[in-house]
């Protein structure tokens, strides 16, 4: 099963583009579940979502709708004393639900693939419980057989990710670790990547039909080993990732 939406689904630059500039904010995600059916949520890296907040995206999406959802900051970037409790016990409605696709845990380019880092993962592990989980390295020292054989034996997901091949970022590698598939298209803006005066130029950036090409049969073979395959444009200035996942989805189907 492979299903492919954005990260992320709330923008101000989305209205017009995306949603109707009439529609009310509260209505942007259940306009967004007719589009497509699962989306990536990067706000609860932030902070972690009240219960309220979390059973309003249950209640406003279809049963079959899956959530990705960002494991909060402290447990990721801090990671001094992490608390997963409060966490864990957050995504409790979408879990219920049956709409947890699984938690992602980005890491920063900073976290290299040192012996502590290791036995970090194996604590984020037993903390997240049963709970289905990938992991995004940003630094390519990660990208590595001793990486995905940690992660398999820890039953967690490797995150595959299109982005601009600048020394030291993780190349893409199409490998499915921990029962899962992940995808995330983050854009090919080189110029823009370390030098930019706002986070959303970083992934300012149109792919085209060639460059997702490139992706298709490496999406299809993470599904054949996988039972879930999930998908992500994060270029999400303007909308463009939501043109992305309609262009790559319909690419899917065209060379299927």
């Known amino acids: ?6 990260s992320g689904f709330s923008y101000k630059d989305w209205v017009g583009p995306v949603y109707p500039g009439k529609l009310p904010s509260r209505e942007h995600l259940s306009y967004y579940a ?3 059916p699962t989306v990536e949520l990067n706000v ?12 309003g995206w249950v209640e406003k999406t279809p049963d079959d709708f899956l959530f990705a959802v960002k494991a909060f900051g402290g447990l990721t970037h801090e990671r001094d004393a992490p608390e997963f409790a409060p966490f864990v016990d957050a995504l409790r409605p979408l879990v219920e639900a049956g709409k947890l696709g699984c938690v992602l845990a980005q890491f920063p380019y900073s976290f290299h693939p040192t012996g502590e880092n290791v036995a970090y993962l194996g604590r984020m592990r037993e903390g997240l419980g049963d709970l289905p989980a990938v992991v995004e390295f940003r630094n390519a020292g990660w990208a590595s057989n001793t990486t995905f054989e940690t992660l398999d034996q820890l039953n967690l997901g490797f995150c595959c990710v299109d982005e601009p091949q600048l020394r030291g970022l993780m190349p893409p590698i199409a490998i499915a670790t921990g029962g899962i598939g992940y995808v995330r298209f983050h854009g090919r ?3 823009k990547w370390y030098q930019h005066e706002e986070a959303w130029e970083r992934y300012d950036y149109t792919y085209s039909a060639e460059e997702l090409k490139e992706w298709v049969p490496r999406i299809q073979a993470l599904d054949e080993r996988t039972p879930l395959t999930l998908v992500y444009f994060n270029n999400h200035a ?7 996942a309609r262009d790559l989805g319909q690419l899917m189907l065209d060379m299927d």
């Open 238 to 244: 303007e909308g463009q990732a939501v043109q992305g």
């Open 1 to 6: 099963m492979i299903k492919i939406g954005t």
């Open 34 to 36: 007719e589009m497509f």
């Open 44 to 55: 609860t890296y932030y902070r972690i979502p009240q219960t309220r907040i979390v059973e």
């Open 189 to 191: 803006n080189y110029a």
